[in-house]
Nanobody, 128 residues
Framework: QVQLVESGGGLVQPGGSLRLSCAASGFTLDYYAIGWFRQAPGKEREGVSCISSSDGSTYYADSVKGRFTISRDNAKNTVYLQMNSLKPEDTAVYYC?????????????????????WGQGSQVTVSS
């Protein structure tokens, strides 16, 4: 059974850090691109970052560039999102998503429709 499970969310003060994990089971991530999305209350789900499997290319939304870092550990079948300098506007449910790497690139990594597999989400709250 194909499954993605996010973990690492929680409550953090502005300026703090969190690391989200996306663990895959039922398939190997070696040939899959992984995207991170977030959805705040009353807003559409937006693409945050993506990492390919072929050459390790990474993509970031302008709103998180320089603060968030995506990485992968294929041996652990896990992708991470390191989030630093967090702001209240980063508050959202964060989702990881996966699809075959050849389908995902710089021009579509932020589209939810590009991904076939999704996790259940992890809440991140940035508040003092």
């Amino acid at each position: 059974q194909v499954q993605l499970v996010e973990s690492g969310g929680g409550l953090v003060q502005p300026g703090g850090s969190l690391r989200l994990s996306c663990a895959a089971s039922g398939f190997t991530l070696d040939y899959y691109a992984i995207g991170w999305f977030r959805q705040a209350p009353g807003k559409e789900r937006e693409g945050v970052s993506c990492i390919s499997s072929s050459d390790g290319s990474t993509y970031y939304a302008d709103s998180v560039k320089g603060r968030f870092t995506i990485s992968r550990d294929n041996a652990k079948n896990t992708v991470y999102l390191q989030m630093n300098s967090l702001k209240p506007e980063d508050t959202a449910v964060y989702y990881c998503a996966a699809d075959l790497s050849w389908k995902i690139g710089y021009n579509n990594y932020y589209y939810t429709e590009a991904y076939g597999y999704w996790g259940q989400g992890s809440q991140v709250t940035v508040s003092s």
